[in-house]
């Protein structure tokens, strides 16, 4: 298969919205690859704290995003993350990682530097990419194109419901500021801001389980012909 024929399936969304689980689930489900652009944001804003980069320093994080050496590990591999052949798994995750990753996401060079790195994901028999811009700057073409939303309130519950369970520290309230902050930056910056796609299908996830999510957006695929 060229690789202009490999279908894509995009979702875009705010952090909280489910977009990585679901993504996650429909992958697995349908036997395609996975691509979490997230992760390259916050491995961007590790590298440059391993560095030792001045946080505004534009020029060194964008030489790190085009050279850091980076291995998604297969799902028999336990899904983990590396960085220059270190396991940071656990290290992306935490919520200062994604403020991290949300400041170095709003630089243009950043993202030009990850923007081929995230096309060569592409591959037969077919590609979830879960992101922001996704459908909007880097897969514009894709063959379906998914905006996951759901309320500030349930977002902000199920982020500190996922950190209380990898330990205690987390506060509802800090989180749910954490997460208003991220969103208005992640929609107000001026390059790939936070929108829907204009050809994007919108799921409201705020009532729906995971399982229900995951199966409107097979369903979509079905409608399109994207498999069985
Ligand atoms: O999805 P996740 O929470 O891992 O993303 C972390 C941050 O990376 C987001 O808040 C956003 O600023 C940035 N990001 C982005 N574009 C993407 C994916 C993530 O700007 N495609």
């Known amino acids: 298969m060229s690789e202009a024929a490999i279908p ?3 979702l875009d ?9 679901v993504s996650r689930a429909v992958a697995r489900r349908v036997g395609w690859h996975l691509l979490d652009s997230g992760a390259l944001y916050r491995l961007v804003a590790l590298a440059g704290i391993e560095h030792k980069l001045a946080a505004d320093d534009v020029d060194g994080h964008a030489r790190l995003a085009a050279a850091m050496r980076v291995r998604f590990g297969t799902e028999r591999e336990g899904e983990r993350v590396l960085l220059e052949g270190r396991d ?6 935490t919520e200062t ?4 990753a949300s400041r170095v996401a709003a630089w243009p060079a950043v ?3 990850l923007l081929g790195r995230q096309r060569a994901f592409v591959e037969a028999p077919g590609l979830v990419a879960d992101g922001r811009d996704m ?3 880097v897969f514009p073409h894709a063959v379906l194109k998914i905006f996951l939303t759901a309320s500030a309130e349930e977002r902000a519950r199920r982020r500190y419901n996922q950190l209380k369970e990898k330990g205690p520290g987390a506060s509802l309230s800090a989180l749910s500021r954490e997460i208003a902050e991220r969103d208005a930056r992640d929609s107000s910056r001026a390059v790939a801001p936070l929108v829907p796609a204009a050809d ?3 799921i409201d996830s705020t009532d729906l389980t995971i399982e229900a999510a995951v ?13 069985a």
């Open 13 to 21: 969304g705010p952090s909280g919205s489910g977009k990585g689980t």
């Open 111 to 113: 993202r030009a530097a």
């Open 97 to 100: 990682m994604g403020q991290g």
């Open 8 to 10: 894509v399936v995009t």
């Open 200 to 202: 994007a299908a919108r």
């Open 88 to 93: 940071v798994t656990a290290a992306i995750r």
């Open 135 to 137: 459908g909007t700057v």
């Open 215 to 227: 199966e409107r957006v097979i369903e979509l695929g079905r409608r399109r012909s994207l498999w």
